[in-house]
């Protein structure tokens, strides 16, 4: 039973979203930075029971729904580890300017764009950089092409991607969302029992997520280049080709520059929420559309001029994706399969494998853990061997401790 938000928090469930403080008030729930790095939210005043129970219905950290799709009519597919879906292929955004700046081949800031000049939403929901603390993300609006194209990148660090959504909903805006799968997830439950955002939200766009790190790496960063947070005027993780550097520059107009692959290669420091690491939807399944890298391996070989990979996962996402080709907003590349996603993203393979045992070893400590529908957690885990089983089991055990 969860009879106190710090219960999600204290059994480490918590994605730091901000969903229940939109739904509480600030003047109830404040999501602040802790000193690991992670946004957590804190109860400041009393919750009612109706609050309280709404914030536990929609809450992404404890409860996770796989979408429910007739798959015998409109060509639907289904694969076990990768869920339904409609196409797969390579993409990336035609104008060049977008696809230089962008994280990989700037396909969700094409989207985006297209979405706002054909006037289908009024706005779109992101996550950015803080212009006053650039290491650091903020929700934002952007109603412009130049607002998105400004705004948008990879953003490897607590997000507050929902903080104000229930402001958005009261504007009676059209909106199309951009963010992680759990950001999703949430939408979509809130969406069970808050009508405004069938009305609004327009689309849902996401990511295939390698999960939520703290600051911890970012600030080693800062260290290694003898850096002061206060002095930064720009941390960008990559972008300005595909995938770029990882960029620094201070307010005295010095900069410091890292490959992607070096930044990354110690993870010693790379600290994703123990919640990530059982999540059962990494791949955003109930988005509309959900972009992707496509590096063999993995592992990207050197810059190049930027490609996505791109799932179109429903009906209006497929209607979606077509109007951009046709109007010469997207380049559409060759279909490739779901096992070619096994070798571009084989570390989402192995932990869809793995949530079912991970979750069992939770429980089995008396632990708390997400309620998971239709995402076929169960039925993945019995293709495993043995020994994989009892290895995930075990080190979810002693990691929830």
């Known amino acids: 039973m969860i009879n106190k938000l710090s219960d999600i928090v204290e059994n480490k469930l918590c994605l730091g979203c901000g969903l ?39 809450c992404p ?48 800031n094409a989207i985006a764009i297209y979405l706002l000049k054909s006037k289908q939403v009024d706005c ?13 993300n903020i929700f934002k609006i952007s109603y412009t092409k130049k607002e998105i194209i400004d705004g948008t990148s990879s953003r490897y660090g607590p997000s507050p991607t929902l903080e104000k959504i229930n402001d958005i909903l009261n504007k009676n805006i059209n909106f199309a969302y951009i963010g992680k ?29 390698g999960g939520i790190p703290s600051l911890t790496k970012s600030k080693e960063a800062l260290k290694k280049n003898k850096i002061k947070e206060k002095d930064l005027s720009l941390f960008r993780y990559r972008g300005h080709g595909n995938p770029g550097d990882l960029t620094i520059e201070t307010k005295n107009n010095k900069r410091f520059l890292e490959g992607y692959n070096e930044f990354w290669e110690d ?12 999540c059962p939807d990494a791949i955003g399944e109930s988005a509309d559309i959900v972009a992707l890298d496509v590096w063999p391996n ?10 996505n990979g791109i799932i179109v996962r429903t009906l209006k996402g497929k209607k979606l994706v ?9 380049f559409k590349g060759k279909k490739f399969s779901c096992r070619d996603m096994d070798f571009f993203q084989p570390h989402q393979v192995n932990k869809k494998k793995s949530i079912y045992y991970r979750i069992q070893g939770i429980k089995s400590i008396n632990k708390l853990v997400p309620k998971i529908y239709d995402l076929r957690i169960k039925k993945i885990s019995k293709k495993n061997k043995k020994e994989f089983n009892k290895k995930e089991f075990l080190g979810a055990q002693k990691r929830f401790l």
């Open 20 to 58: 229940c403080q939109s739904i509480a008030g600030k003047d109830k729930i404040k999501v602040t930075m802790t000193k690991k790095g992670s946004l957590e939210p804190r109860q400041i005043n009393y919750i009612n029971k109706k609050t309280f129970n709404k914030i536990l219905s929609t």
């Open 61 to 108: 950290g404890i409860l996770i729904r796989g979408p429910k799709t007739n798959l015998k009519n409109n060509n639907f597919k289904e694969d076990l580890i990768w869920g339904k879906y409609l196409d797969l292929f390579y993409s990336y955004s035609k104008n060049p300017l977008i696809r230089y700046t962008s994280s990989t081949g700037g396909v969700l």
């Open 124 to 136: 779109i929901i992101h996550t950015a950089a803080s212009k006053n603390r650039p290491m650091r």
């Open 181 to 209: 799968p759990c950001d999703i997830s949430a939408i979509k439950n809130l969406e069970k029992i808050d009508s405004r955002v069938k009305k609004n939200c327009k689309f849902l766009l996401s990511i295939v997520c």
């Open 267 to 278: 993870e010693n420091n790379w600290q994703v929420l123990e919640r990530c690491k059982i």
């Open 298 to 307: 993995a592992i990207p070989s050197g810059n190049d001029k930027g490609f």
């Open 322 to 330: 077509n109007k951009l080709i046709k109007d010469n907003y997207l």
